[in-house]
């Protein structure tokens, strides 16, 4: 089976058109509300929010960055996203809030409502002393740091130019501003991973920001070697060599200290976290193998594990993942550990085409028929649902139930834009 099997081209114009559409409905314009109750746009130029209709009035660092891989992001906006990102970059020093949490110096902002005020935590539309606490963490998520990163090396991608890294933005250029936002998320140094304790919890990843974990954390320690590696070609474009061996180094440990730390009961999958929250997790998992940061012997134990699951139909819905094997779940009321969410529902249960991309991605070479199943599932919910279709038709859905009853964030860009940005230049490859 090729890649044009896989990835057969009507889908993949089916899928780039579908894409480019749901990022279009999630421009906000100057002047333009988000929400009824929210701010105006008020700085001066078009604003991405996570997806369209009512979903999220605010400018979210991760799910921007998401939409960058897809093409339909100008350079100017990526430069403009940048810029305002950095300006909510704390400065340099410590803010302790009336909610008990802390803004360390230089921590990067969850999201930015549309009036340009930056908010740290998830769960809350408010810039102020209220924020965070928990159950949302009591210092800032650690995966915005790196998806600020993210930004800046997408940029440079895009236009081949390092000018913008010299730039200063409020008083700071943007190359220091990305060094000093990737220390900030608190680390273990003997083994180079994201770590966190109950006392000063920080989330990990904000597509689990709902679910309780402590301890080493795999998703934002796979962010971190990513972002490392993008900090070091972006020292090296800038002709800063020591600085880019130096970023490597950094991170050179991770890959052992991932296959060791995360190994679970040897049945193939990763662990989310070694203290609270010590579940199969199937999206770190396919992230890791898409990375390429396990060995053989470990890699091919993390694809006996998918197919696995897949075979027993626990990890998959219309294309969708869920986070946790449905037969691994902690019990018979959460997928988690602790988490405030109900089971089977949103973080805790539902299916999301987000990482879709990733598992058909790994799954090519070794298992290409359950990638094209996977890759058909996911375009067929997509056109059933397709939002252009009227009010009644909401999809790209940021996740969903099995039931049908559950549908949670209509227009979530999300959904289209990582597994497009992933499948894109692979179907472009092969010529799709």
């Known amino acids: 089976m090729t890649a044009n099997d ?10 780039a058109d579908f894409t480019e559409a749901s990022l ?10 988000g929400r009824p109750e929210a701010p105006a746009n008020t700085v001066g130029f078009p604003l991405i929010r996570p997806g369209g209709r009512d979903c999220y009035p605010a400018v979210w660092t991760q799910d921007f960055a998401v939409t960058l891989a897809t093409g339909f992001v100008t350079a100017q906006e990526m430069k403009n996203h940048l810029h305002l990102i950095a300006l909510g970059q704390n400065g340099g020093f410590e803010r ?15 999201h930015v409502l549309f009036d340009g005020k930056p908010v740290y935590f998830p769960g809350t539309y408010s810039s102020g002393e209220d924020q965070g606490g928990e159950p949302w963490g009591l210092l800032p998520p650690a995966n915005n740091h790196y998806d600020f990163i993210l930004i800046a090396w ?4 895009a236009t081949g130019d390092t000018a913008f890294l010299g730039e200063e933005v409020g008083g700071v250029s943007v190359i220091d501003r990305l060094r000093l936002a990737f220390g900030v998320p608190r680390i273990d140094p003997d083994s180079g991973l994201v770590y966190t304790e109950a006392s000063s919890r920080a989330v990990g990843f904000i597509f689990c920001d709902s679910i309780y974990m402590t301890g080493h954390l795999l998703f934002a320690s796979l962010l971190r070697w990513r972002s490392a590696h993008q900090l070091a070609e972006l020292e090296s474009a800038l002709g ?31 662990l989310a976290a070694t203290e609270v929250g010590r579940q199969a997790d199937v999206w770190g998992t396919i992230y890791a193998l ?5 060995d053989g012997k470990r890699a091919a134990a993390a694809h006996a594990a998918i197919l696995q699951a897949l075979e027993r139909g626990t990890i998959c819905h219309e294309g969708g993942v869920r986070h946790v094997p449905s037969d691994r779940d902690a019990s018979a009321n959460s997928a988690w550990e602790r988490t405030h969410t109900p089971h089977n529902q949103y973080q805790n249960g539902a299916y999301w085409h987000s990482p879709s991309g990733w598992l058909i991605a790994v799954l090519m ?28 038709f909401n999809a790209p859905w940021e996740c969903f139930g099995k039931d049908g009853m559950f549908r949670k964030a209509p227009l979530f860009i999300g959904s289209v834009a990582i597994p497009y940005g992933v499948l894109a230049p692979l179907a472009r490859a092969h010529g799709s």
């Open 6 to 15: 896989i990835l057969d081209p009507v889908s993949m114009r089916f899928f």
């Open 24 to 33: 279009e409905a999630a421009r906000v314009r100057p002047g333009e509300l």
């Open 96 to 110: 302790r809030l009336a909610s008990g949490a802390v803004i360390p110096p230089y921590a990067i902002p969850d």
């Open 154 to 157: 997408h940029l440079w991608r």
């Open 240 to 270: 800063n060599e020591d600085e880019a061996r130096r970023w490597r180094d950094s991170v050179a440990g991770v890959p052992a200290a991932i296959a060791s730390h995360f190994e679970g009961d040897a049945d193939g999958w990763l």
């Open 290 to 294: 898409y990375l390429g940061v396990l």
């Open 365 to 392: 070479e070794s298992e290409p028929a359950w990638a094209r199943r996977i890759f058909r599932e996911m375009i067929t919910h997509f056109q059933r649902e397709d939002f252009r279709k009227g009010e009644d």
